[in-house]
């Protein structure tokens, strides 16, 4: 596999992890979903869940086996997450290490084509779902209202990065199956 698909999601969502619908789930025959926590599910600055990301988790939790598999090693704000959110998590996970993706996978006892790695960062979610073979798909990043600007931000960087590599990531353009994944 070349080094543009390796951060080629598969879908790029164009909106934060709210936007991803029920139907979107169906039409990729997607049965599980491993989520990143930090600024795909919650700012890295919120301690907790919001009242609408809730509201999503109870709507998708029927459809889909969830899992929080985090690079972060804040266990005791990992834990109250995905306490609050009613899922198993894993932290730690040193993405785009495959390790704990595979175990999230496992115990989910779900074939990996019809699990998806969701994330807002290419380096870390996507990279890592693409060398386990996964369904990857990219979300805006959740951010905190009161914060107006961020310093540096790495993600525009490896958006950028990942573009000049060759990754399509314009919602319009990409929202189908990355065919060439394979």
Excluded: Y
């Amino acid at each position: 596999m070349s080094s543009n698909l390796l951060l080629q999601p598969d879908l790029v969502l164009g909106g934060p992890i709210l936007d991803l619908t029920p139907d979107l789930l169906r039409l990729h025959d997607l049965k599980g979903l491993i989520l990143d926590v930090d600024d795909t599910l919650v700012p890295i600055t919120s301690p907790i869940a919001s009242e609408e990301l809730k509201k999503w988790i109870a709507q998708i939790k029927p459809l889909v086996s969830i899992w929080l598999v985090s690079n972060n090693l804040n266990w005791i704000r990992i834990r109250a997450i995905a306490e609050c959110l009613d899922l198993p998590f894993m932290l730690g996970a040193a993405k785009p290490s495959r390790r704990k993706l595979r175990q999230a996978v496992e115990n989910m006892g779900l074939p990996l084509e019809h699990v998806a790695m969701v994330g807002d960062r290419l380096f870390t979610d996507v990279l890592a779902g693409n060398r386990l073979g996964m369904f990857t798909i990219l979300v805006e990043p959740m951010v905190d209202p009161r914060q107006v600007h961020r310093p540096f931000d790495v993600r525009s960087f490896e958006v950028w990065l990942s573009q000049m590599f060759g990754a399509r990531l314009h919602p319009s353009a990409q929202n189908v199956t990355n065919l060439d994944k394979n």
